[in-house]
């Protein structure tokens, strides 16, 4: 089965930018459909984006025109390409594969963090 690992949060300001990496290992990420997902403290984890297996995308509305997920197959990699950040943007943010707009399907990594903060 897939193994997922999240890098690339950090501590930026507001109106700032970040990259996360999604790095697949034991299987090629081609065979599955991944989204981003997020939790802040205190709420539940949402969904942000998601790609299929042929590159088609989707974002919730929160983020949309400033969050971008892209896929690198020959990298195994996942990218979210996030722009102009805000503070409520400040989450633990994870990837996962899923199916459609859908919860994930494995377990969950550890995530990496995001804080928006001046």
């Known amino acids: 089965q897939v193994q997922l690992v999240e890098s690339g949060g950090g501590l930026v300001q507001p109106g700032g930018s970040l990259r996360l990496s999604c790095v697949a290992s034991r299987s090629s990420i081609i065979f599955y459909n991944i989204g981003w997902y997020r939790q802040a403290p205190g709420k539940q984890r949402e969904l942000v984006a998601s790609?299929?297996?042929?590159?088609?995308?989707n974002s919730t509305d929160s983020v949309k025109g400033r969050f971008a997920i892209s896929r690198d197959n020959a990298k195994n990699t996942v990218y979210l390409q996030m722009n102009s950040l805000m503070p409520e943007d400040t989450a633990v943010y994870y990837c996962?594969?899923?199916?459609?707009w859908g919860p994930g399907l494995g377990s969950w990594g550890q995530g990496t963090q995001v804080t928006v903060s001046s």
């Open positions: 996962n594969r899923n199916i459609g």
């Open positions: 790609i299929t297996r042929r590159g088609n995308t």
